[in-house]
């Protein structure tokens, strides 16, 4: 049922880990956003495939991984393995996009493409039926609690058209500076998927917040 709902554990308590991953479990989430920054192809650090391992080893959701990495391509197996149900590697770092999608694939996960702010959406026309997942950064990656751009209302319809004109079923999924005010407009202009992560869990009831965001309608 939509919209599908992926609290960005980057925002959690990391020193309560399995606590944030239980109130997750509890929650309304569909899914949770696991990012992974690896210094080089974002400007900050988070975690990787042993933390993954850990969230997953609690979840009782299904992990939708973002590689925020140059070269993911050598990661994807030790994702999977480390729980990842949804893979999405940037467009950015990716010269060869549709072997990276295929060996998505071809583990058993679902693939997701990534795109940075500056980067148009016309540049998904060739892999947008090969995917399950595009996720549009609605801040520059690298931080949680960053400010949303109002240019991605635009780039979700010209998206939301591509994937009306070449049948594809990929899913829409924003991510950064989501909240309550901006999310009935994204669902408008067609997104399937919010991220949210500073706003959930800076409040004072997650829970509720999740609520909230899973009962608005598209
Ligand atoms: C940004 C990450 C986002 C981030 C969202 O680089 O990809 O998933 O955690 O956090 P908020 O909702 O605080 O912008
Ligand atoms: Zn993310």
Known sequence: MFPLIAPSIL???????????????????????????????????????????????????????????TQPEKYLEAFRKAGAETISVHYEACPHLHRTIQEIKSLGAKA???????????????????????????????FGGQKFIENTYSKISRIKDLILAKNSKALIEIDGGVNLQNAPFLLEVGADVLVAGSFVFNSTDPEAVISQMKKLRK
């Not at 920054?37 to 997953?56: C, K, L, Q, R, Y």
């Not at 026309?125 to 090969?130: V, Y």
């Open 11 to 69: 925002a959690a308590d990391f020193a309560n880990l399995q606590k944030e991953v239980e109130m997750l479990n509890a929650s309304d989430a569909d899914y949770i956003h696991v990012d992974i920054m690896d210094g080089v192809f974002v400007p900050n650090i988070s975690f990787g495939i042993p933390v993954t391992e850990a969230i997953h080893r609690h979840a009782k959701k299904p992990l939708d991984v973002h590689l925020m990495i």
């Open 112 to 142: 997701g493409v990534a795109i940075n702010p500056h980067t148009p959406a016309e540049l998904l026309s060739e892999i947008i039926e090969d995917i399950d997942l595009v996720c549009v950064m609605s801040v520059n990656p690298g």
